[in-house]
């Protein structure tokens, strides 16, 4: 189930990032336009990032999840917590926030998630995958997906808002499959131990 939910979820907030909070982001660069789009759009913009955060809070369950299949290192599920505390700071910031008070927020909102969360995350990803028995084919699809991962890290850090987009874009086509792939892998596995019992 948790594979399945991360992956419908993710799939939901990268949505809303496209249809409803890009012209909130620093992809506009101008803050008086941001500011008037969020005034203008302010219950669409507080329920996208609601999104965001579910999407976040399905991840944690999906690693959970993972880490508990593969018998990965507890590490990787408390890098992720400190994933998910930076993420839902940045997201109550710029909802609290609204149109008045973004352009004091925004910066550190973007770096919080962007940079941090997600940095937090792909580090969880990646020991998660170490941790995991794959093939080579599946391997250098990880190693895609997590480098696209830090790709968003850096463009948020530096706040180059085109790279993060782009990262952003492909990280999450990489991301949603394969939670929906490895869902199903480590549940058939996970089958077939039982039946050579």
Do not use: Q
């Not at 941001?34 to 944690?60: D, F, K, P, S």
């Not at 499959?177 to 077939?192: H, M, Y």
Request: charged residues 10%.
């Amino acid at each position: 189930m948790a594979p399945y939910a991360c992956a419908i979820a993710n799939l939901a907030a990268v949505l809303a990032l496209a249809l409803v909070l890009a012209p909130g982001t620093t992809l506009v660069p101008s803050a008086d336009d941001r500011a008037r789009y969020i005034a203008e759009h302010i219950v669409a913009w507080r329920a996208g990032w609601l999104v965001w955060m579910i999407a976040a809070l399905t991840l944690l369950w999906f690693y959970l999840w993972w880490r508990a299949r593969v018998g990965g290192p507890h590490v990787a599920i408390a890098i992720a917590f400190l994933g998910i505390a930076a993420d839902w700071t940045a997201e109550l910031t710029l909802i609290v926030a609204g149109a008045d008070g973004h352009a004091a927020v925004a910066g550190f909102a973007f770096f919080l998630t962007g940079a941090v969360a997600n940095g937090l995350y792909t580090i969880a990803g990646i020991i998660l995958t170490l941790a995991t028995r794959l093939g080579t084919a599946a391997r250098a699809y990880a190693a895609l997906m997590w480098s696209a991962g830090g790709l968003l890290s850096v463009g948020a850090a530096l706040d180059l808002p085109l790279l993060t987009a782009v990262a952003t874009a492909a990280l999450f086509a990489l991301f949603i499959p394969w939670c929906v792939w490895l869902g199903r892998r480590l549940r058939d596995g996970e089958r077939a131990s039982h039946s050579l019992k």
